[in-house]
């Protein structure tokens, strides 16, 4: 019942039409959510947990209103949808107050724990972030857990695993809208959030007014496989960006060398220091435990900065600032994954289309990642999933795609195909130089404000961007010549 971060890091009802449900009949309650200064509102709605026998077994959908501050607020809320897949929208709610405080002026938002996820029937797996080293890198060890995992979660009684898809999870959070009695709603999804956007646009058309999805991931993405594709291209230009920088040219001349020597070099027993725990520990470095704490600060450029000094130390048998790298990204509020909802949902949705995928695995990365995928889907219940799930079609509802050009898992490629199947009311913004999730970077927030909050359509789709190319690339992290004080001029 134990999971290993180390080989993994993904970090993806009622009938359209349905008249809404008044406010009044939504229970609400006033509740606190840490890391939320002020009280919000709690809610719930029993669901199905198969919608073909609504006499079932049940379950309980939360979610969390941040009351709009304007006594005169406007009738469409936001709903914000969480990454992974697995992540709760709850656990999000202390960032993206802050970061929506003008939305939030005049227009209730509303977080939903998707099913299987936070509050909502959550199906988690053990965290083995502090678990030795060697154990988390045994893959053998990772599948064993993760069956493991699925043996106690079948166990649970809302256990059946194959009802923990998007599409029912879209159904959910329709039933969290009719119930709160808005006749439109708007969206915002980050990373996989943006594949539940989607969903719910493809359902419910008519009750969508505007959608912001950051870090496009499109429902016909095969995620064990472009996760190598995309991976690879962000490292690629990693290395030429360092090569275009005179200063980390200067100070790591043969890095790409270098690289493929590290590699090359690998499995290497080596002393390390436990990144989390702080104890030394003699380990097998193999070389997915390299890529795996390489991919993490891909992506985010702040963090990708000091991944060349942290490749040179390796490449020189010292491992521990690649290690605190890799076991840095994801580390803050929020972060944990439902792994059990996480593979409910890829090997649903995503292992069907790996047999018909285009992606070339990335000669780096390879195909380990979507080898784990393969063997541990094997064992896992599938949900059903319509075939129409899988295509994206024209919406009069204006979308907002924003993608980062450095992001290692949803790059702009992604966007590009959504937003021409959307249509004429759909604009793709690419910060050129931002990672994976952009919304909370530079002037992308007051963006999407302007966005949301344009009395008219046409005023939304033609806002102006401009501003994100101006964001720039974090310059190579240069640590302090040894000897030198930390207070000397540089």
Not at 140 to 160: F, K, M, S, T
Not at 466 to 477: D, E, T
Request: net charge neutral; proline share 9%; with cysteine.
């Amino acid at each position: 019942m134990k999971f290993s971060g180390v080989a993994l890091a993904l970090v993806l009802g009622a009938a359209a039409g349905a008249s809404p449900a008044r406010a009044a009949d939504a229970t609400l309650t006033e509740c606190r959510v840490p890391g939320v200064r002020n009280s919000v509102l709690c809610g719930l709605v029993k669901r199905a947990l198969d919608p073909a026998r609504p006499d079932g077994v049940k379950i309980d959908i939360h979610y969390v209103v941040a009351p709009a501050l304007a006594r005169r607020k406007l009738p469409d809320p936001l709903f914000v949808l969480a990454g992974g897949p697995g992540q709760s929208a709850i656990s999000l709610a202390p960032s993206m107050l802050g970061l929506f405080n003008r939305i939030n002026n005049r227009r209730d938002i509303v977080f939903v724990d998707q099913r299987g996820t936070g509050q909502s029937a959550p199906l988690l797996c053990d965290d083995t972030r502090r678990e030795p080293l060697a154990e988390q890198a045994d893959p053998e060890q990772q599948i064993a857990n993760l069956l493991e995992c699925r043996v106690r979660l079948q166990a649970l009684p809302y256990g059946d695993l194959r009802y923990f898809t998007t599409v029912l999870a879209s159904q959910d959070l329709d039933a969290v809208r009719r119930q709160l009695g808005a006749e439109r709603i708007n969206l915002v999804g980050g990373s996989y959030g943006t594949r539940a956007a989607l969903d719910y646009l493809r359902q419910f058309p008519s009750a969508v007014r505007r959608s912001v999805i950051d870090g496009v991931a499109p429902p016909d993405m095969a995620l064990p496989a472009s996760f190598s594709t995309d991976g690879q291209s962000a490292l690629d230009a990693l290395f030429t960006a360092c090569e275009a920088e005179a200063a980390c040219k200067q100070a790591w001349p043969t890095l790409r060398a270098e690289w493929t020597g590290l590699l090359a070099s690998l499995p290497l027993p080596t002393t390390v220091t436990h990144p989390l725990t702080g104890a030394p520990e003699r380990v097998r470095m193999t070389r997915e435990m390299v890529l795996s704490s390489v991919r993490g600060p891909l992506y985010s450029p702040a963090l990708a900065a000091a991944l060349p000094v942290a490749i040179h130390a390796a490449a020189q048998g010292r491992f521990d600032a690649l290690l605190g790298l890799g076991a840095s990204f994801g580390a803050g509020r929020g972060a944990q994954i439902a792994m059990g909802m996480h593979f409910s949902v890829v090997c649903s949705e995503d292992m069907p289309l790996m047999t018909q995928t285009m992606d070339v695995p990335g000669p780096d990365f390879g195909r380990e990642g979507a080898r784990l995928y393969e063997r541990v889907c094997a064992n896992w219940p599938r949900g059903t999933v319509p075939p129409a799930f899988y295509s994206v079609s024209a919406s009069s509802a204006p979308t907002l795609l924003l993608s980062g050009g450095l992001d290692p898992a949803t790059p702009p490629r992604h966007g590009d195909r959504v937003a021409r199947a959307l249509g004429p009311t759909a604009q793709h913004v690419v910060v050129p130089n931002a990672g994976h999730g952009v919304m909370g970077i530079g002037c992308v927030r007051d963006v999407i404000y302007r966005f949301i909050d344009a009395a008219e359509d046409r005023e939304a789709t033609a806002v102006d961007a401009g501003c994100v190319k101006a964001i720039p690339r974090p310059a190579a992290f240069r640590p302090l010549s040894a000897g030198a004080s930390a207070t000397s001029p540089p």
